[in-house]
């Protein structure tokens, strides 16, 4: 065991603190040159994005189409799940199921175990983050590496990822080489990305040449071939299934496209979508096991049948999890991806997380100025800002909101619901404002005035002045 | 044509200067507008917070208010968004609303979509920065936004160019959201007061002398802060310059 293992992932990877959105990023902005860092390096991101989309003029029908071959695929998913599994099987494939997480879980340490693999290697996958597959293989004694650069930084100092493409997006490059330094004895106080990155490159080499099982996540599942295709950058998936015998690929139910032709729309849109790069490095397409080698791929619902069946938010299952609303939203930028308690982040996570526990994720709705630019910046067209505002509808409905929130919205409704209460009330708060001293208007406890003046009040209200022109045109 | 004048409820208290502006505007181009004295809110803060049983109430009344006109015009594209866009969760299949909500009209959409304006034959010789306010860019689809591709409308942008002497400057982040958000303010305060701060700045390093906006609420938000920390830039409605109003 060495020291990435004597980290104890339980703890921070599956209980986040029970503190709301609010709460959390409120910390992150108290830092306020570390947020404006955030979210400039973030906006670089989604600049790159808007150059790449741009060079393609048929940007916009590329994304109807996105959205089209999704809404078909998931209308007619068991078909195509049960389709996928044939091609799979017939191709030597082993084709698992998982009803949720746990399943997930005990699918892979089982396999694990029956080809007595202690030390596995696993690339990015979001799908194993939500299962906290990670800490239940350790405290069944294996060691697991996650072999994306940015996935290992998090992992190495115990944290979850705070963005589904660029996990390691809120730490320094200082930070960095202290962690490598305090793990794998790197220079101290050496800075360099570039000495910090060969270093990752020999001490992970180590971990691929070792490995007895590499585990994926998958991008895109063809059903009419039975293959899987695995965007990296970094080579890292494909080294780490290549090497060991056992490739363990792990997959959402929604990442079903029907034919291969349709990756043709796909491929174009996910990476210039997520980083602002024509393609990934490495898009690598998989059919059946190697020679000699074992291919499990592991389907996962949890959750997901519940949001194909909901109306509403069934579009939530086109994601392919680029990550561009994240990189667009102004509030994930300036409040991180830790703010959110939830393996996915942004606009996107704040929409799958209440489906999963409402109660627990009852401020993410909220966490949200209805802006929309995530939904105009989906590769696959969810219309995020609308589910987020459907949501609240839930929230409300389930009572899930704070009770000073319900009332004050009734009183709102009783005094806007009657023009003379709304014209009294109108006239008492600009009378108040005009007359009662600032300290007294702007305290502590009125939360618009800590950093905001309020607005100079007017004597005359416009009704009054309309009145009044009216009156003078009439004379 | 029946013209009803929709003002906003904090506008109607707050900035009574925008609804005379838009007032002056429509009546400059010989609209004649009626302000039905019955009317409040449009039920937004309500429905933004989930909590529909509070807005039915308000849309409903709101109906009753404004479905005897040919056309409704208000300075605000974030109203104007709820009763097209938003309303429609609340009824079902009401033939009022489907009239309503294809004649409820931002002012700048009225002017570009209904009355054809090209120009207007006022004076505003300042450098303004234009915050695409976000209901009113994406819902509403004002003016281009940068997250689409390909052609787009422009209308605020526009009337706003068409201006004498106006310059309007080019900001770094074209159509970033300023945090007002509604109860977004105030519940996620931190987030909002740094979103509004970036804005300012933006405008201000772009050279900017006024911010203008389709939207009285995110100035609220953007005055607030510049009151505070004594920022040189000044904010006004786009009614406000297209009525040709003074700086100052």
Same mark, same amino acid.
């Given at each position: 065991?060495?020291?990435?293992?004597?980290?104890?992932?339980?703890?921070?990877?599956?209980?986040?603190?029970?503190?709301?959105?609010?709460?959390?990023?409120?910390?992150?902005?108290?830092?306020?040159?570390?947020?404006?860092?955030?979210?400039?390096?973030?906006?670089?991101?989604?600049?790159?994005?808007?150059?790449?989309?741009?060079?393609?003029?048929?940007?916009?029908?590329?994304?109807?189409?996105?959205?089209?071959?999704?809404?078909?695929?998931?209308?007619?998913?068991?078909?195509?799940?049960?389709?996928?599994?044939?091609?799979?099987?017939?191709?030597?494939?082993?084709?698992?199921?998982?009803?949720?997480?746990?399943?997930?879980?005990?699918?892979?340490?089982?396999?694990?175990?029956?080809?007595?693999?202690?030390?596995?290697?696993?690339?990015?996958?979001?799908?194993?983050?939500?299962?906290?597959?990670?800490?239940?293989?350790?405290?069944?004694?294996?060691?697991?590496?996650?072999?994306?650069?940015?996935?290992?930084?998090?992992?190495?100092?115990?944290?979850?990822?705070?963005?589904?493409?660029?996990?390691?997006?809120?730490?320094?490059?200082?930070?960095?080489?202290?962690?490598?330094?305090?793990?794998?004895?790197?220079?101290?106080?050496?800075?360099?990305?570039?000495?910090?990155?060969?270093?990752?490159?020999?001490?992970?080499?180590?971990?691929?040449?070792?490995?007895?099982?590499?585990?994926?996540?998958?991008?895109?599942?063809?059903?009419?071939?039975?293959?899987?295709?695995?965007?990296?950058?970094?080579?890292?998936?494909?080294?780490?299934?290549?090497?060991?015998?056992?490739?363990?690929?792990?997959?959402?139910?929604?990442?079903?496209?029907?034919?291969?032709?349709?990756?043709?729309?796909?491929?174009?849109?996910?990476?210039?979508?997520?980083?602002?790069?024509?393609?990934?490095?490495?898009?690598?397409?998989?059919?059946?096991?190697?020679?000699?080698?074992?291919?499990?791929?592991?389907?996962?619902?949890?959750?997901?049948?519940?949001?194909?069946?909901?109306?509403?938010?069934?579009?939530?299952?086109?994601?392919?999890?680029?990550?561009?609303?994240?990189?667009?939203?102004?509030?994930?930028?300036?409040?991180?991806?830790?703010?959110?308690?939830?393996?996915?982040?942004?606009?996107?996570?704040?929409?799958?997380?209440?489906?999963?526990?409402?109660?627990?994720?009852?401020?993410?709705?909220?966490?949200?100025?209805?802006?929309?630019?995530?939904?105009?910046?989906?590769?696959?067209?969810?219309?995020?800002?609308?589910?987020?505002?459907?949501?609240?509808?839930?929230?409300?409905?389930?009572?899930?909101?704070?009770?000073?929130?319900?009332?004050?919205?009734?009183?709102?409704?009783?005094?806007?619901?009657?023009?003379?209460?709304?014209?009294?009330?109108?006239?008492?708060?600009?009378?108040?404002?005009?007359?009662?001293?600032?300290?007294?208007?702007?305290?502590?406890?009125?939360?618009?005035?800590?950093?905001?003046?309020?607005?100079?009040?007017?004597?005359?209200?416009?009704?009054?002045?309309?009145?009044?022109?009216?009156?003078?045109?009439?004379? | 044509?029946?013209?009803?004048?929709?003002?906003?409820?904090?506008?109607?208290?707050?900035?009574?200067?925008?609804?005379?502006?838009? !007032?002056? %505007? =429509?009546?400059?181009?010989?609209?004649? *507008?009626? $302000? @039905?004295?019955?009317?409040?809110?449009?039920?937004?803060?309500?429905?933004?917070?989930?909590?529909?049983?509070?807005?039915?109430?308000?849309?409903?009344?709101?109906?009753?208010?404004?479905?005897?006109?040919?056309?409704?015009?208000?300075?605000?594209?974030?109203?104007?968004?709820?009763?097209?866009?938003?309303?429609?969760?609340?009824?079902?299949?009401?033939?009022?609303?489907?009239?309503?909500?294809?004649?409820?009209?931002?002012?700048?959409?009225?002017? !570009?979509? %209904? =009355?054809?304006?090209?120009?207007?034959? *006022?004076? $505003? @010789?300042?450098?303004?920065?234009?915050?695409?306010?976000?209901?009113?860019?994406?819902?509403?689809?004002?003016?281009?936004?940068?997250?689409?591709?390909?052609?787009?409308?422009?209308?605020?942008?526009?009337?706003?160019?068409?201006?004498?002497?106006?310059?309007?400057?080019?900001?770094?982040?074209?159509?970033?959201?300023?945090?007002?958000?509604?109860?977004?303010?105030?519940?996620?305060?931190?987030?909002?007061?740094?979103?509004?701060?970036?804005?300012?700045?933006?405008?201000?390093?772009?050279?900017?002398?006024?911010?203008?906006?389709?939207?009285?609420?995110?100035?609220?938000?953007?005055?607030?802060?510049?009151?505070?920390?004594?920022?040189?830039?000044?904010?006004?409605?786009?009614?406000?310059?297209?009525?040709?109003?003074?700086?100052?």
């Amino acid at each position: 065991m060495n020291a990435i293992h004597n980290t104890n992932h339980t703890g921070s990877r599956n209980s986040p603190p029970a503190l709301d959105h609010p709460q959390l990023a409120n910390i992150f902005t108290a830092d306020q040159a570390r947020a404006h860092w955030h979210d400039g390096a973030l906006w670089f991101v989604r600049q790159k994005r808007d150059r790449m989309a741009k060079a393609i003029p048929e940007w916009e029908e590329l994304r109807s189409l996105a959205s089209q071959i999704k809404a078909h695929a998931l209308a007619n998913l068991p078909e195509y799940l049960e389709l996928f599994e044939r091609q799979a099987t017939e191709m030597g494939a082993v084709v698992h199921w998982a009803a949720d997480g746990q399943q997930h879980n005990q699918i892979v340490y089982d396999l694990l175990k029956e080809n007595r693999a202690q030390r596995v290697v696993k690339s990015k996958s979001m799908l194993t983050e939500e299962c906290h597959l990670n800490p239940f293989l350790e405290a069944h004694g294996i060691e697991v590496v996650d072999t994306d650069l940015g996935e290992w930084i998090v992992q190495l100092r115990g944290e979850p990822p705070s963005h589904i493409v660029l996990p390691a997006i809120h730490i320094k490059k200082e930070e960095v080489s202290e962690t490598f330094h305090q793990h794998i004895h790197t220079e101290e106080g050496n800075y360099d990305p570039t000495y910090l990155t060969r270093q990752a490159r020999h001490h992970l080499r180590q971990k691929f040449l070792g490995a007895q099982a590499g585990i994926t996540g998958v991008n895109f599942a063809v059903a009419e071939t039975g293959g899987l295709v695995i965007c990296t950058n970094e080579g890292n998936a494909d080294l780490g299934v290549s090497l060991p015998n056992l490739h363990i690929a792990c997959m959402g139910i929604e990442k079903i496209v029907p034919r291969w032709i349709d990756l043709s729309v796909f491929i174009r849109l996910l990476a210039r979508s997520a980083t602002g790069q024509p393609i990934t490095t490495y898009t690598s397409h998989f059919h059946g096991p190697r020679v000699g080698g074992q291919l499990h791929i592991v389907l996962v619902d949890n959750g997901r049948s519940a949001v194909r069946s909901h109306h509403t938010f069934q579009e939530a299952l086109h994601c392919i999890r680029c990550g561009a609303c994240m990189n667009t939203c102004p509030v994930y930028r300036r409040s991180g991806g830790h703010s959110y308690s939830n393996t996915v982040p942004g606009p996107i996570g704040s929409v799958l997380a209440p489906a999963m526990d409402a109660h627990k994720h009852h401020s993410l709705p909220y966490a949200c100025t209805l802006c929309g630019s995530c939904t105009d910046v989906c590769p696959v067209k969810i219309p995020l800002h609308h589910q987020l505002l459907a949501w609240r509808g839930e929230m409300a409905e389930r009572k899930l909101i704070p009770l000073s929130k319900r009332l004050s919205m009734k009183m709102g409704r009783i005094v806007l619901g009657n023009s003379l209460l709304f014209r009294t009330g109108g006239w008492l708060a600009r009378f108040g404002l005009r007359m009662l001293p600032k300290w007294l208007t702007h305290h502590r406890l009125n939360t618009w005035a800590r950093q905001r003046d309020l607005p100079i009040a007017p004597k005359q209200s416009f009704r009054a002045l309309f009145q009044q022109r009216k009156k003078r045109h009439q004379d | 044509m029946r013209v009803g004048l929709f003002i906003p409820c904090y506008v109607d208290q707050f900035y009574p200067q925008v609804g005379m502006a838009t !007032v002056e %505007v =429509l009546e400059r181009l010989g609209i004649e *507008v009626d $302000f @039905p004295e019955a009317q409040t809110c449009c039920g937004q803060p309500m429905a933004n917070t989930g909590c529909l049983d509070d807005t039915r109430p308000l849309a409903d009344r709101f109906l009753q208010i404004f479905s005897g006109y040919d056309h409704v015009v208000s300075p605000s594209g974030s109203c104007v968004s709820m009763v097209r866009h938003h309303y429609e969760a609340l009824f079902h299949n009401d033939a009022r609303l489907h009239h309503l909500s294809e004649h409820t009209w931002e002012l700048c959409e009225f002017l !570009v979509d %209904v =009355l054809k304006v090209e120009k207007l034959p *006022v004076r $505003f @010789p300042h450098r303004v920065g234009l915050h695409s306010s976000c209901h009113g860019l994406r819902e509403l689809r004002l003016d281009a936004c940068s997250e689409r591709m390909g052609n787009q409308h422009s209308k605020v942008r526009r009337l706003l160019a068409g201006i004498d002497g106006i310059q309007l400057v080019d900001l770094k982040r074209c159509d970033e959201c300023c945090g007002f958000g509604g109860t977004f303010a105030v519940a996620e305060e931190g987030v909002s007061i740094l979103m509004g701060v970036d804005r300012i700045e933006d405008h201000v390093a772009s050279g900017a002398e006024v911010m203008t906006a389709t939207d009285a609420s995110c100035l609220m938000h953007l005055e607030g802060i510049i009151r505070r920390r004594n920022i040189p830039l000044r904010t006004m409605h786009v009614a406000e310059i297209l009525a040709g109003r003074n700086w100052q």
